[in-house]
C-alpha cells in the first residue's frame, strides 16, 4: 500500500480546516441576514411604526451592500484577506451594540445606523468569502461548496427567528392588544420595557463577534490570490482585457443576484407582514421566516448531492427559477396558510440560487475577481428595494398581487442568466 506524503497529508487537513472557518463565517452571516425577519416585527411595536417604516429595517441592512461594498473591496486589497475577514467581524460588532444600545433607547434611527453598520461589515465579509470559496476549488463543482456553507447560513438563519422569537417577541400578541388599549403614559412604559429585551441579545452577539475576529487573527487560514486561481487565460478571458466592463456576463450576474436577493427577501423577511395580511396572528407569524429557511435548507442538501454529479449548476439554477415561478403563482391562486406554504416553499426554489449565480458570474474574471465580486455583492441590494417596493404598493393595492408581480418577472429573468446570460460575452471568444 502506497503511503500518503505528510506534506499531501498536512495540505488535506490545512483545506479542512480552511473550510471550517468559511463555513463559520457563513454562520455568522445567515444570523445577522435573517434575523431582519423577526426585526420587522419587533420594531414596529416597539417604535409603533406602520408597515412602510418596519421594513426600513430591511431597506437600511442592504443597501449598505451597495454602499460599501467596493470600499470593502478596497479595504481587502490592502489588508489582506484573514485580517479583512477579523476588520469585518469588528464593524459588525459595533454595529450590533449600536443597535441594541439604541433599540432599548428607542432611538430609530440611531438603531438603523447600527443596522447599517451591521450591512457595512457583512458587506466586506461577503465580498471576501464568496469568491474564496469560489476558488478553492474548481470553479465549476463552486456550487457544492457553496451548497455546503449554505448549509451552515440557513441554519443559523433558522436558529434566529426562534431565538428572537422566544426571548424577545414571546406573548407579543397580548402586548400589542394591551399596547392598543393603553393610555399614553402606560403605552410609554410597556413600549420602554418591550425594546429593553433586545438589549442583552446584542451586546452578546457583539461580545461572540468580537471573540470569533480575536480568532480569525490567530488561526491559518491561508491566503488565496483570485488573479492567479481564478484566470481563463486560455481563451483570452482575462488576460486580453483592460477593465471590468468588458465581461457582460458579470454585468448580467449583478442583475441577477440584485433580483435574485429581492425574492429571497420577500419569501424569508417579508412572509410574516405577507401572513399578516390574511389576519394570521402575530403569535404565528412571527416565525413563518423559520418555515421559509427550512425549505431553504432541504433545497441546499438537494443542491449538495445532485450538483455537479447529475446536473449542472446552471442547469439546476434554470430549474430553480422554473421552481420560483411555480410557486409564486400558487401563492396567489389560494389563500390562507396554503398560500403562505407556498411563500415558505419558495426557500426551496432559493436555495441553490446564490451558488450558481455566483460562480458562474465571476468565472475567468482573472486579475478582476475582487471588483466583480464586490459589484456582485452590491446587487444584495435587491434585498433593499423589492421588499420595500412590496411594503409601499401593498398599501393600495391587493397584497397577493403585488407579490406575485414583483417575485414572477424576478424569477423569469433568473431563468434567462441560467440559460443565456452567463455565457453572454463568452460565445463570441470561443
Known amino acids: ?33 435573517w434575523i431582519n425577519g423577526p426585526l420587522i416585527t419587533f420594531v414596529k411595536l416597539a417604535f409603533d411604526l406602520d408597515e412602510v417604516k418596519a421594513f426600513f429595517v430591511v431597506f437600511v441592512f442592504y443597501i449598505s451592500y451597495f454602499m460599501l461594498a467596493l470600499p470593502a473591496s478596497w479595504v481587502l486589497k490592502r489588508t489582506g484577506l484573514k485580517k479583512g475577514l477579523a ?91 394591551q399596547v392598543s388599549t393603553a393610555d399614553a403614559a402606560t403605552k410609554a412604559m410597556l413600549l420602554n420595557e418591550f425594546a429593553a429585551k433586545i438589549h442583552t441579545p446584542y451586546l452578546v452577539m457583539a461580545g461572540v463577534l468580537v471573540l470569533v475576529a480575536i480568532a480569525i487573527l490567530f488561526s491559518s487560514l491561508p491566503e488565496i490570490k483570485p488573479a492567479d486561481a481564478n484566470a481563463e487565460r486560455a481563451d483570452g478571458a482575462a488576460g486580453a482585457k483592460g477593465n471590468v466592463f468588458q465581461f457582460p456576463h458579470l454585468w448580467l450576474g449583478v442583475l441577477c443576484l440584485f433580483v435574485y436577493v429581492g425574492v429571497e427577501v420577500l419569501a424569508g423577511d417579508a412572509i410574516g407582514t405577507y401572513g399578516n395580511g390574511f389576519g394570521l396572528p402575530l403569535d404565528e407569524t412571527k416565525f413563518f421566516t423559520f418555515f421559509t429557511l427550512c425549505a431553504m435548507l432541504l433545497g441546499y442538501l438537494i ?128
Open 303 to 430: 443542491g449538495l448531492a445532485a450538483i455537479p454529479r447529475f446536473i449542472s449548476q446552471q442547469r439546476y439554477l434554470s430549474v430553480s427559477a422554473v421552481m420560483g415561478i411555480v410557486f409564486a403563482l400558487c401563492a396567489f391562486l389560494t389563500k390562507g396558510y396554503v398560500s403562505v406554504g407556498f411563500v415558505a416553499a419558495l426557500g426551496l426554489a432559493n436555495a441553490m440560487m446564490w451558488p450558481a449565480i455566483f460562480p458562474l458570474a465571476i468565472k475567468g474574471l482573472g486579475r478582476f475577481t475582487e471588483t466583480g465580486s464586490a459589484l456582485l455583492v452590491m446587487g444584495i441590494a435587491g434585498g433593499a428595494i423589492i421588499p420595500q417596493a412590496f411594503a409601499i404598493l401593498k398599501q393600495h393595492h391587493d397584497f397577493q398581487l403585488v407579490f406575485a408581480l414583483l417575485a414572477v418577472p424576478c424569477y423569469l429573468y433568473i431563468l434567462f442568466f441560467a440559460l443565456r446570460g452567463h455565457r453572454v460575452g463568452k460565445t463570441k471568444q470561443a
Open 1 to 33: 500500500m502506497t503511503a500518503v506524503p505528510a506534506n499531501a497529508t498536512v495540505a488535506a487537513n490545512r483545506h479542512v480546516g480552511s473550510i471550517a472557518i468559511i463555513g463559520l463565517l457563513f454562520f455568522i452571516m445567515g444570523f445577522f441576514t
Open 87 to 177: 476588520l469585518s467581524l469588528f464593524v459588525m460588532a459595533v454595529g450590533a451594540a449600536l443597535f441594541g444600545e439604541l433599540s432599548t433607547q428607542r432611538v430609530y434611527a440611531g438603531a438603523l445606523t447600527g443596522l447599517f453598520v451591521i450591512g457595512g461589515g457583512l458587506a466586506m465579509l461577503q465580498t471576501a468569502v464568496n469568491p474564496y470559496i469560489s476558488i478553492l476549488g474548481p470553479i465549476e463543482s463552486a456550487a457544492q461548496r457553496i451548497a455546503v456553507m449554505g448549509i451552515c447560513n440557513k441554519v443559523a438563519g433558522m436558529l434566529a427567528p426562534l431565538l428572537i422569537g422566544s426571548l424577545v417577541l414571546h406573548g407579543i400578541g397580548d402586548l400589542a392588544t
